[in-house]
């Protein structure tokens, strides 16, 4: 983890720093991204898009319009926030890397989906241990331009808010994310596609998701992702297959009825 700007912490009651969810983000510092950051930007941008029409959801490529990425440079955040804020009233939230849980889901709450400002270098183009912002942004923010996406999220918040002092809980939550938000696939009229940010941002793994056979798809089944544990230092075993971002939204009383479930008969306490 990098180490965090002290403002963005402030003393709690009993003297301790915590996590500062009123404060306004950091600066995207737009200026400071050099010649070479813009080329690896467009480097990234050109490969994964040539490759992503007909690999990935629709909603996707409407979505990357509408938040009017281009190869040409990197997003500016306050140009992007405007058209996001415009669609589903969501905000790129800028962090300096990995964040707390309770911040986080504070943040996501609130509509706002924390993303770095730093990207990765041209030696490091295909492999990473921790999310830049060519993942953060060409990953995640197109799909933030649909509106069951963005209350699933919002909602998913709240179930996390709930329980978040509970290690277990969190880490069940924090599976669902990772078999949908991060690693999902959509059966469309057309296919089957990639809606996962971390899919979408490696064309190793779009390839792998949909075509190889070695690892199983399964229907979205919720029961089943909370007791499904997942890595992150290799391609998916398992992913789960959803019909519609509508099925997603629609799930989140089951999901919040399995995490009662877990919480009483698996960790014997009651809210
Ligand atoms: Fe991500």
């Given at each position: 983890?990098?180490?965090?700007?002290?403002?963005f912490?402030?003393?709690?009651?009993?003297?301790?720093?915590?996590?500062?969810?009123?404060?306004?983000g950091m600066?995207?510092?737009?200026?400071?991204?050099?010649?070479?950051?813009?080329?690896?930007?467009?480097?990234?941008?050109?490969?994964?898009?040539?490759?992503?029409?007909?690999?990935?959801?629709?909603?996707?490529?409407?979505?990357?319009?509408?938040?009017?990425?281009?190869?040409?440079?990197?997003?500016?955040?306050?140009?992007?926030?405007?058209?996001?804020?415009?669609?589903?009233?969501?905000?790129?939230y800028i962090v300096p890397g990995l964040i707390?849980?309770?911040a986080?889901?504070?943040?996501?709450?609130?509509?706002?989906?924390c993303a770095t400002?730093?990207?990765?270098?041209?030696?490091?183009?295909?492999?990473?241990?921790?999310?830049?912002?060519?993942?953060?942004?060409?990953?995640?923010?197109?799909?933030?331009?649909?509106?069951?996406?963005?209350?699933?999220?919002?909602?998913?918040?709240?179930?996390?808010?709930?329980?978040?002092?509970?290690?277990?809980?969190?880490?069940?939550?924090?599976?669902?994310?990772?078999?949908?938000?991060?690693?999902?696939?959509?059966?469309?009229?057309?296919?089957?596609?990639?809606?996962?940010?971390?899919?979408?941002?490696?064309?190793?793994?779009?390839?792998?998701?949909?075509?190889?056979?070695?690892?199983?798809?399964?229907?979205?089944?919720?029961?089943?992702?909370?007791?499904?544990?997942?890595?992150?230092?290799?391609?998916?075993?398992?992913?789960?297959?959803?019909?519609?971002?509508?099925?997603?939204?629609?799930?989140?009383?089951?999901?919040?009825?399995?995490?009662?479930?877990?919480?009483?008969?698996?960790?014997?306490?009651?809210?």
């Open positions: 983890m990098r180490e965090e700007p002290k403002d912490f402030v003393k709690d009651e009993n003297g301790f720093y915590i996590y500062d969810v009123h404060h306004t600066n995207q510092r737009y200026e400071d991204y050099t010649t070479e950051d813009h080329q690896v930007w467009q480097i990234l941008f050109d490969r994964q898009i040539a490759f992503l029409p007909g690999k990935v959801t629709d909603e996707y490529l409407k979505g990357i319009e509408l938040v009017k990425f281009s190869r040409e440079a990197i997003p500016n955040f306050e140009y992007v926030n405007k058209l996001l804020k415009n669609a589903t009233g969501w905000n790129v707390p849980n309770l986080f889901f504070e943040l996501m709450e609130r509509k706002n989906f400002t730093w990207l990765r270098k041209m030696e490091q183009l295909d492999y990473l241990e921790e999310p830049d912002m060519f993942h953060d942004v060409f990953g995640h923010v197109p799909l933030l331009t649909n509106q069951n996406l963005c209350d699933f999220l919002v909602k998913l918040s709240k179930i996390a808010l709930k329980h978040i002092d509970n290690e277990y809980i969190i880490e069940c939550i924090g599976r669902l994310y990772w078999f949908t938000i991060e690693f999902g696939l959509i059966q469309e009229k057309d296919g089957l596609r990639i809606y996962g940010a971390g899919i979408v941002s490696s064309k190793g793994e779009t390839e792998f998701s949909l075509y190889s056979d070695v690892p199983e798809r399964l229907p979205y089944n919720v029961a089943q992702i909370l007791q499904t544990s997942y890595h992150k230092d290799r391609y998916q075993e398992k992913y789960f297959v959803i019909d519609s971002f509508e099925q997603l939204y629609n799930s989140i009383e089951e999901i919040d009825m399995e995490i009662e479930k877990i919480a009483k008969n698996v960790l014997n306490y009651e809210l």
